[in-house]
Nanobody, 120 residues
Framework: VQLQASGGGLVQAGGSLRLSCAAS????????MGWYRQAPGKQRELVAA???????NYADSVEGRFTISRDNARNTVYLQMNSLNADDTAVYYC???????????????WGQGTQVTVSS
């Protein structure tokens, strides 16, 4: 299973970016999907998560500015980021709980990370 993230880049404060992450490979089903981020010198933190039913959860720091969504048919998760500020600068990682074969447990997989840089 591979998670391929894309959409990062350099943006001015107040701007927007949209991240995408597609899971591919031998997949029977995908449970929770989410986005984490890690800024230099800081621990990785949860940004947003979405269940297979569409329930969402956000970090307080991004609530109201970021929106997570998913396309279950494409095993893809998105993160729309608006009103970006310098504190949002980090490497963003996607995460997914994947079942590869029937009757096997879900396993956690990570994408390779995509850099988001917000200039003030």
């Amino acid at each position: 299973v591979q998670l391929q993230a894309s959409g990062g880049g350099l943006v001015q404060a107040g701007g927007s970016l949209r991240l995408s992450c597609a899971a591919s490979g031998s997949i029977v089903s995908v449970n929770d999907m989410g986005w984490y981020r890690q800024a230099p010198g800081k621990q990785r933190e949860l940004v947003a998560a979405v269940t297979s039913y569409g329930s969402t959860n956000y970090a307080d720091s991004v609530e109201g500015r970021f929106t997570i969504s998913r396309d279950n048919a494409r095993n893809t998760v998105y993160l729309q980021m608006n009103s970006l500020n310098a504190d949002d600068t980090a490497v963003y990682y996607c995460n997914a709980e994947v079942r590869r074969y029937r009757y096997t447990p879900f396993r956690e997989y990570w994408g390779q990370g995509t850099q988001v840089t917000v200039s003030s």
